[in-house]
């Protein structure tokens, strides 16, 4: 490991913040990181620039996104609709299909020079992933992961109700990340009723309280994602302001 690799990440915790908003507060990081990166070219080795990592926890007002590879048509509401269910849309620049995000939900957005931790897209997936399934073991939740599917999932092994927990869909570029992950804590599961969740027709979803029979504190599943993160990554989270 040399002196120019960063393992300390400025953690910020937004509460209920606007889609919108958050993905601009994304682009904003993921571009500066970038262009940290991009002017490293050109500086000798000794005078280059340590690039930051930030992860962010949020919590959505109703919304739906579609992803770079998704369909419009799995999007089962239109106009009118989205204003009834008191939801906004949006065509963003991820992987994958469409997915919600709402209230009861954690949803992370790690921007992350992979650089400072390891070069490996599907080692970040698998431990985004990781990080989950840890976390819903703690509650007595045995999650894992399907063949050919990213996110995190319930009967997984070949059972007859296969269900996703945690959707994740990310972008890179240069090694720096974007988008996230989303888990169901206590999330209205009905909005995934509009949708083809992830373009998948033949599973479902659910959530930490559907499959525990009661509400699951919200601030406690952060806490228990973001060390588990720190684990796996070897992280060291420093405080940000929202």
Request: with cysteine; charged share 20%; glycine share 10%.
């Amino acid at each position: 490991m040399n002196q120019y690799i960063n393992k300390k990440v400025k953690f910020i915790d937004l509460g209920l913040k606007d889609y919108k908003e958050v993905w601009d507060l994304q682009e904003e990081l993921f571009a500066r990181t970038g262009g940290i990166k991009i002017e490293n070219r050109s500086l000798p080795a000794t005078s280059q620039n340590i690039t930051p990592n930030y992860l962010l926890f949020v919590e959505h007002p109703h919304v739906y996104t579609l992803g770079k590879s998704g369909k419009s048509s799995h999007l089962l509401l239109n106009e009118d609709g989205l204003k009834s269910s008191h939801a906004a849309f949006y065509n963003i620049n991820r992987g994958g299909d469409i997915t919600y995000h709402g209230p009861g939900q954690l949803v992370g957005y790690p921007i992350l020079d992979l650089d400072n931790f390891f070069t490996d897209i599907h080692k970040y997936l698998r431990f985004l992933e990781e990080a989950i399934i840890r976390t819903l073991e703690e509650y007595g939740i045995l999650a894992g992961r399907m063949a050919g599917l990213t996110g995190v999932w319930l009967d997984h092994t070949g059972g007859t109700n296969p269900r996703k927990i945690c959707a994740i869909g990310v972008k890179t570029s240069r090694w720096v990340t974007m988008h996230g992950f989303a888990l169901n804590v206590n999330a209205d599961i009905s909005y995934f009723g509009n949708i083809v969740p992830c373009g998948i027709t033949d599973k479902t979803v659910t959530s930490m309280e559907l499959e525990l029979g009661q509400k699951v504190d919200f601030n406690e599943v952060k806490v228990r994602v973001k060390n588990h993160l720190s684990d796996l990554f070897e992280m060291e989270f420093i405080e940000g302001n929202g």
